[in-house]
């Protein structure tokens, strides 16, 4: 029997209508993460229905259920904390709209809320930083600047309650506890610097005012804040990539930009180009295909020696 039309489209050829929830354009990585999704849309031929959260939580929920009002056949969303969703999914499941999670992870009481996950593996690029920073200062037998046994880190966090900086903490730590060497280092400080350039800046002054001469390492969840704190560090009179060695997660240009000048000394990638996949699986989704629950998108670890070479071919 044929099944019932909703009156969404994805089976005939009626174009696709998708609402889009995006956080704000806190960092380089935000802005080329909506720029990969409205291009995606676009090629795809799919409605997109696009709001910005100005960063409040609020707002993603009065956007979601503004396009539950306008009857979109399908909701698409970057949750900007992971707690706080489980009230207007329900109402998306309730008017039969299919939702996927963009990039940051939800924590539900019932998963069966969302249709699928796409982003990026945060455990992962935590683990990352921490065992590049190993190999390095074994590579290059710092000794710690205030003479004593241990490498003082300073970590700038991001977002508070986003599963980014939760996941990327808990890797750098578990990597951290399981490394030989977990007794060479020291987490003198830890703070959010709220993904954003201007607070990386903030924090780390006041990092470097508490602690200036004894900090080895900075580890910022994202290379804005890292960029900040380099001026910052600059203001100070220390030689960031020298002084302190500095590195942080994204993979953006203007942080290749900053290795290149020799003012940091890494970054783990993280791979914001996700509106293909997205709308891949929005098509999937509203033909009635199966479609896997979590998909991650490819991400490397991009070192300071090979940053000439690889800013040419950076796409963000
Ligand atoms: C990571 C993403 C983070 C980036 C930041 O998946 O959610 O948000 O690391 C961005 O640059 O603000």
């Not at 409205?38 to 939580?57: P, R, V, Y």
């Not at 921490?130 to 300073?154: C, L």
């Not at 500095?246 to 953006?252: F, K, M, P, R």
Request: net charge neutral; proline share 3%; charged share 30%.
């Amino acid at each position: 029997e044929q099944a019932k039309d909703s009156g969404k489209s994805g089976g005939g050829d009626k174009k696709i209508t998708m609402g889009f929830s995006q956080i704000g354009a806190e960092s380089e990585w935000r802005t080329a993460n909506t720029e990969s999704i409205k291009k995606a849309a676009e090629e795809a031929g799919i409605n997109l229905q696009f709001s910005d959260a100005q960063q409040k939580q609020e707002n993603q929920i009065k956007a979601i259920r503004s396009f539950i009002a306008q009857g979109v056949d399908i909701i698409a969303f970057v949750p900007i904390v992971e707690t706080g969703w489980d009230t207007v999914l329900k109402e998306a499941k309730d008017a039969k709209i299919p939702v996927v999670v963009v990039d940051r992870d939800v924590k539900l009481a019932d998963d069966s809320l969302y249709v699928a996950k796409i982003g990026t593996d945060s455990v992962k690029e935590g683990n990352n930083v921490f065992k590049w920073i190993d190999e390095y200062m074994a590579k290059e037998k710092k000794t710690p600047r205030d003479g004593g046994s241990q490498y003082n880190v300073v970590v700038l966090e991001g977002t508070v309650g986003s599963s980014v900086a939760i996941r990327r903490q808990e890797g750098f730590k578990d990597a951290m506890a399981k490394s030989p060497n977990a007794g060479k280092y020291n987490i003198l400080a830890s703070q959010t610097g709220e993904f954003t350039r201007q607070k990386g800046q903030e924090v780390m002054e006041s990092f470097l005012k508490s602690y200036g001469p004894k900090i080895d390492i900075l580890f910022a969840h994202n290379d804005d804040m890292a960029l900040g704190a380099i001026q910052a560090i600059e203001k100070a009179g220390l030689k960031p990539g020298k002084d302190i060695t500095i590195i942080s997660i994204d993979g953006v240009k203007g942080m290749f930009q900053a290795m290149i000048d020799g003012k940091a000394n890494c970054t783990v990638e993280c791979n914001p180009l996700q509106g293909k996949l997205l709308m891949e699986t929005a098509k999937k989704i509203l033909a009635g295909e199966k479609v896997e629950k979590l998909v991650y998108v490819d991400e490397g670890v991009f070192p300071a020696d090979v940053a000439a070479k690889t800013l040419p071919e950076r796409k963000y």
